[in-house]
C-alpha cells in the first residue's frame, strides 16, 4: 500500500515482557516520528529519525524504550519490561523531507498500533 | 522542545453553525502549523496546514488563522456537519531542536450536534 503501516495493530503483553512494534513508512520518506498516545490525549513525541540517523531521542520516557531505522527505511520501537503505565497507543508518521525550516512537509501516521499491558 | 497549548478540550455546537479552536506556542522559530482530525479508532490526518509567511489560509469550510506576534494560531470550521464530529489537534515544530518533529496540543473533540 501507498499510507504508513504498523505491526501488529493490537499487542497484548504480560507485564515484564518485551515487545517491538514495526512501522513501514511511505517508500522514499527521510522523516520517521514514533508518537505515543494515551487514551483521551494527544500524541506525545517519542523520538524523530532522518533516514538511519536518530536525531532526537529526547521524548523516549525511560531506558527501557529503545527505537531503531539501521537501514533508513522501517523502523522498529522496542520496549523492554514493559509496565501497565506503557499501554498506548503507538503511532508512527513518516514525512517526505528531512530538517529544514523552510520545507517542514505533511507527517502521514500510520493507523497505530495498541498496546496493552496486563 | 516546543510546548503547546490547546483550548478548548470538549466543544458541541449545533449543526450549521461555527466551531474555533484556538492553539498557543513557545518556540519562536517555529514556522509550520498544521491541524489534524483524528476519528475514533483511526489515525491523525491532516486536514490543513499554515505556514509562518502568511496569516490565513482557506480551504472550502476550514481555514487557519496565524499570529506570530502573540504566537497562536486558530482552526475555524464553518457551516459544520456532523461528519466534522472528531478530535481536532493543533502541532507545531521546535526548530531550535535541529529536528523535524511535531508537538502536538493535547486535542479538542468537536460534537456536531444535527
Known amino acids: 500500500g501507498a499510507g504508513v503501516s504498523q505491526s501488529p495493530r493490537y499487542k497484548v503483553a504480560k507485564r515484564g515482557q518485551d515487545v517491538a512494534l514495526r512501522c513501514d513508512p511511505i517508500?522514499?520518506?527521510?522523516?520517521l516520528f514514533w508518537y505515543q498516545q494515551a487514551l483521551g490525549q494527544g500524541p506525545e513525541f517519542l523520538t524523530y529519525?532522518?533516514?538511519?540517523?536518530?536525531?532526537?531521542k529526547s521524548g523516549l520516557p525511560s531506558d527501557r524504550f529503545f527505537a531503531e531505522r539501521p537501514e533508513g527505511s522501517v523502523s522498529t520501537l522496542k520496549i523492554q519490561r514493559t509496565q501497565q503505565e506503557d499501554s498506548a497507543v503507538y503511532l508512527c508518521?513518516?514525512?517526505?523531507?528531512?530538517?529544514?525550516?523552510?520545507?517542514?512537509?505533511?507527517?502521514?501516521f500510520g493507523q497505530g498500533t495498541r498496546l496493552t499491558v496486563v | 522542545g516546543e510546548n503547546v497549548e490547546q483550548h478548548p478540550s470538549t466543544l458541541s455546537v449545533q449543526e450549521g453553525d461555527s466551531a474555533v479552536i484556538k492553539c498557543t506556542y513557545s518556540?519562536?522559530?517555529?514556522?509550520?502549523f498544521p491541524w489534524y482530525k483524528q476519528e475514533l479508532g483511526k489515525r491523525p490526518q491532516l486536514i490543513i496546514d499554515i505556514r509562518s509567511n502568511v496569516g490565513e489560509k482557506k480551504d472550502q469550510r476550514i481555514a487557519v488563522t496565524l499570529n506570530k506576534t502573540a504566537k497562536h494560531f486558530s482552526l475555524h470550521i464553518t457551516e459544520t456537519q456532523p461528519e466534522d464530529s472528531a478530535v481536532y489537534f493543533c502541532a507545531a515544530p521546535s526548530p531550535q531542536t535541529g529536528a523535524n518533529n511535531l508537538f502536538f496540543g493535547t486535542g479538542t473533540r468537536l460534537t456536531v450536534i444535527p
Open positions: 529519525f532522518q533516514n538511519e540517523a536518530q536525531l532526537d
Open positions: 518556540d519562536s522559530a517555529s514556522n509550520y
Open positions: 517508500s522514499g520518506h527521510v522523516s
Open positions: 508518521a513518516s514525512s517526505l523531507l528531512g530538517w529544514d525550516r523552510l520545507k517542514n512537509t505533511e507527517a502521514f
